[in-house]
């Protein structure tokens, strides 16, 4: 079946969006379409010139025998910045406010769009990176953590509290939490992670830096290297931070519960975006 340049066009354009940085062979798509390498390279040129325009990523071309092109996304500040606002607009809303001032975020973290467009920013900031998985730690960061790792093509380890039987022999460590300074634990499945693994730490919310921390550890444990710690809110004003080296979309300055006002502003993502690598 002989395709036409529109409809190989958007089925390339498809494909890549699904299997971002996986190398697809050039090969792959002239047999897929049948049709001549020179026409897809030439396909491949429209596609890459598109999203670099669109804001919606590139096409890292791999050259030789073996090679062929791999999505990379990358969101552009103009894209991200509008977001970020409407993330703080929403998590603004005064009635977020829990008793003892904390806030009710499950709506966001449950909402399709609004994790995958975060996942999308996160991701773009270690698109470059090499990233083997994304870790997180249960409950509520797991959809963030599924997004950011959707982008970047890997798996998604969950740490938590207390071991399953169905998570066969597990690895544990204590940890001192970074706001209440109680003695907690984590557990990992011996499983879940290859050692020398590079690995994304990416959460919902941020104190101090305990729960962070403590992932750390495990990681650790595993013979393996944090390439880089992502969270989606952080809280500013913190006496002892316990995490120096992170990205964060939105800073919590100031809770009052009396008032019943929630004052946030973007987070330091567009500040840190030249030291990650």
Known sequence: MKFRRSERLIDMTNYLLDHPRQLVPLTYFAERY???????????????????????GTLQTVPGAAGGVKFIVKVSKEEAQPFMNELCDLIAKPDRLLPGGYLYLTDILGNPSVVQQAGRIIASAYADAKIDVVMTVATKGIPLAYAVASQLNVPVVIVRRDSKVTEGPTVSINYVSGSAKRIQTMVLSKRSMQEGSRVLIVDDFMKAGGTVMGMISIIEEFNSQVAGIAVLVEAEKIEERLVDEYISLVQLSDVDVKEKTINVQIGNYFNKQGEIV
């Open 34 to 56: 049948a049709s001549a390498k020179s026409s897809i390279s030439e396909d491949l040129a429209i596609v890459k010139e598109t999203f670099e325009q669109r804001g919606i």
